[in-house]
């Protein structure tokens, strides 16, 4: 069999799965993802073995620590990746909906009730638990799931698509509800997404060059994620207690995520008060700065930042941070190399606080906390599917309001149009 023919096989097994998975009751889907949830954990030992076989594997690509660290599992992430799905199961369920319903003149009753989307693909890398919430959510908002993982984590994959279809087959499910494309070339990619009569949205994690190629190909709507390039602006009027918290945790809690700081901005009236604290701090985390010119002047011995450095998502121990006049300045900074994804201020300054948020227009604005927060789990989604920097459909941590869609219901007794 061609792999043409081995992926559409594969892909309409999943548009059936995705008929059953929609006419499930919200009591089903919540008793089958605690039963996932539960075996999670006691598969934990299982999981972590094939993660091992992904580890030796990834060391041999020469993967940096900061990928290495979000493909790595342990008894701690398997339990925090089964207590979201606990969080999902919980959720009200986003299907059948009604948002609004209405009489016109001539009797016809009209409701606007909500679907869900069918079969979504998901071409994402590196991070494991990405699996497991993606198949939560869409397994809640009714939805069929195609995941195409990265190669470095395959085996960790497999390991938790095999716990959601074990569960599934015990309640009578098709287990092509949650399928993991086992064809890992990129060829894979560019013929699943001329199937655009099977698959109904693609979202593409992952690096800026695979989702612009994705966007480029795809047939089928794509919900964007371009970069994490977060800001963190500290004010003249911030707390510098709060401001070395916040721009500490923003930075080296998680390096190798998206919503890691990847450039700081810092008021020139507290630059010198700030940064030789700030800058002790990095580098004894291991974290390399690179600064403007003021900012070298304050702490030496340090790169200098390029143009090219304001627009790079390092996802790694690296910072860039500029010396700025006042917030017009930074907002400006942010217009210019921001990607919509989240941005925070740190100030005391209401009023600076409120210029902040109406001047920033990213996914997620922050004031007086790490952008660290820009997840769907932090936002109470109990996990998210992607963080979409678009505006239309979904915006900023997707959760299940993300993943379904709406259609007309109109009831009549015998109407017709003159």
Known sequence: MSLKSKLIKLTEDVKRASQSVAELSSNQKKQVLARIASRLKNES???????????????????????????MLNAGRINHMAEAVVQVAKLKDPVGEVLRSWKRPNGLQISKVTVPLGVILIIYESRPNVTSECASLCFKSGNAVLLRGGREAFYSNQAIVDVYQTIFHRHHIPKSAVSLVPVLDREAIDELLKLDELINLVIPRGGEALI???????????????????????????????????????????????????????????????????????????????????????LSGIKAATEQDWKTEYLDRILSIRVVKNLEQALEHIQTYGSAHTDSIVTNNKSTAEKFISKVDSSSVMVNASTRFSDGNEYGFGAEIGISTDKVHARGPMGLEGLISYKYVVRGNGQIRS
């Open 45 to 71: 030992r299982k999981i972590i073995r094939a993660n091992d076989k992904d580890l030796r594997t990834a060391q041999q690509m020469k993967l940096s620590d900061a990928m290495m660290d979000r493909l």
């Open 212 to 298: 612009r190629r994705v966007a480029e190909h795809a047939r089928m709507p794509v919900i964007k994620h371009y970069k994490g390039i977060c800001h963190v602006y500290v004010d003249r009027d911030a707390d510098l207690k709060m401001a070395l918290k916040i721009a500490y945790n923003a930075k080296v809690q998680r390096a190798g995520v998206c919503n890691a700081m990847e450039t700081l901005l810092v008021h020139q009236a507290v630059a010198k008060k700030f940064l030789p604290l700030y800058g002790e701090m990095l580098k004894k985390a291991g974290c390399e700065i690179r600064g403007d010119q003021n900012t070298r002047k304050i």
